[in-house]
Antibody
Framework: QVQLVESGGGVVQPGGSLRLSCAAS????????LFWVRQAPGKGLEWVAF????????FYADSVKGRFTISRDTSKNTLYLQMNSLRGDDSAVYYC?????????????WGQGTLLTVSS | QTVVTQEPSFSVSPGGTVTLTCGFS?????????PSWYQQTPGQAPRTLIY???TRSSGVPDRFSGSVLGKKAALTITGAQANDESDYYC??????????FGGGTKLTVL
């Protein structure tokens, strides 16, 4: 069965960096695009980034563009989110999610999330 | 910046029918925005309900249905049950690899 397991969250000072990971299993990693979605405490969901199925293109929300980088290691079936220049409003639970298949336009399966807190 | 709007809250009686909507602050939603809907209870990850406007995700009961009504995407719950009490989020695809979530609707069943 499909599993997405996020890790790497924690407490970081403003201006700091952190890398989140999402270990994937139960599906062919290179056959679908992958997402990061976040949810600030008590707030709604926000799409953060998308990596195309073949890794050729990355897309970002304006709120993180230039600070965050989505990438993957197909040998490890792991998705990453490198976050730099962190701010307080980046504090959130970060979920990874997958496309159903390349070219689909929704979030098919979700991980359970990892919490990032940006605070001094 | 594109804003996707949803009713902040809605209430439905057990057994009743409710339609939640999802629209642009300016403009119309179409099937080319591939509307999808997600259910989330506190402390849990979202669950995919509907995608491509009206396709139910695996295991989702047929009490849930999706459509485009006028200028908005819509999620209709028929025969509401107590365990439908959740937050519901829509997502619209804007093209060029960009998605936008609505602010979510908190549904109360009472």
């Amino acid at each position: 069965q499909v599993q997405l397991v996020e890790s790497g969250g924690g407490v970081v000072q403003p201006g700091g960096s952190l890398r989140l990971s999402c270990a994937a299993s139960g599906f062919t990693f290179s056959n679908c695009g992958l997402f990061w979605v976040r949810q600030a405490p008590g707030k709604g969901l926000e799409w953060v980034a998308f990596l195309q199925y073949d890794g050729s293109s990355e897309f970002y929300a304006d709120s993180v563009k230039g600070r965050f980088t989505i990438s993957r290691d197909t040998s490890k079936n792991t998705l990453y989110l490198q976050m730099n220049s962190l701010r307080g409003d980046d504090s959130a639970v970060y979920y990874c999610a997958k496309q159903q298949q390349a070219g689909s336009h929704h979030f098919d399966y979700w991980g359970q999330g990892t919490l990032l807190t940006v605070s001094s | 910046q594109t804003v996707v709007t949803q009713e902040p809250s809605f209430s439905v009686s057990p057994g009743g029918t409710v339609t939640l909507t999802c629209g642009f602050s300016s403009g119309s939603v179409s099937t080319n925005n591939y509307p999808s809907w997600y259910q989330q209870t506190p402390g849990q990850a979202p669950r995919t309900l509907i995608y491509n406007t009206n396709t139910r995700s695996s295991g989702v009961p047929d009490r849930f249905s999706g459509s485009v009504l006028g200028k908005k995407a819509a999620l209709t719950i028929t025969g509401a049950q107590a365990n439908d009490e959740s937050d519901y989020y829509c997502v619209l695809y804007l093209g060029s690899g960009i998605w936008v979530f609505g602010g979510g609707t908190k549904l109360t069943v009472l």
